[in-house]
């Protein structure tokens, strides 16, 4: 099974931007859909953005179309969501998960595995 760790996160003010990572560990990353998910208190966990296994495919919820980026680097192990232009909506605790999986990556949690411990994300107005 694989283990993720997020990292990356922080506060920061509207406009800024910060780079989330997901490091995973104790399987082969490759055979892993990759997502992005967040949960702001007292809301429904949100899909962020999600990637097959090759990086060529990328999906992003309505929200963050345009200012967030999903990429992964096979060779190290890692996922990555690139956030600029944040707004304070973008609050949340950040979570990574994996689907084992070649060819699907769902908008719904409960399709992955395998989920990091969060990462909180605070943006100041």
């Known amino acids: 099974q694989v283990q993720l760790v997020e990292s990356g996160g922080g506060l920061v003010h509207a406009g800024d931007s910060l780079r989330l990572s997901c490091a995973a560990s104790?399987?082969?990353?490759?055979?892993?859909?990759m997502g992005w998910f967040r949960q702001a208190p007292g809301k429904e966990q949100e899909f962020v953005a999600g990637?097959?296994?090759?990086?060529?495919?990328?999906y992003y919820g309505d929200s963050v179309k345009g200012r967030f980026t999903i990429s992964r680097d096979n060779g190290k192990n890692t996922a990555y969501l690139q956030m600029n232009s944040l707004k304070p909506e973008d609050t949340a605790v950040y979570y990574c998960a994996a689907l084992s999986s070649a060819t699907m990556v769902p908008r719904g949690p409960s399709y992955y595995r395998y989920w990091g411990q969060g990462t909180q994300v605070t943006v100041s107005s």
């Open positions: 104790g399987a082969t990353f490759s055979n892993y859909a």
């Open positions: 990637i097959n296994w090759s990086g060529i495919s990328k």
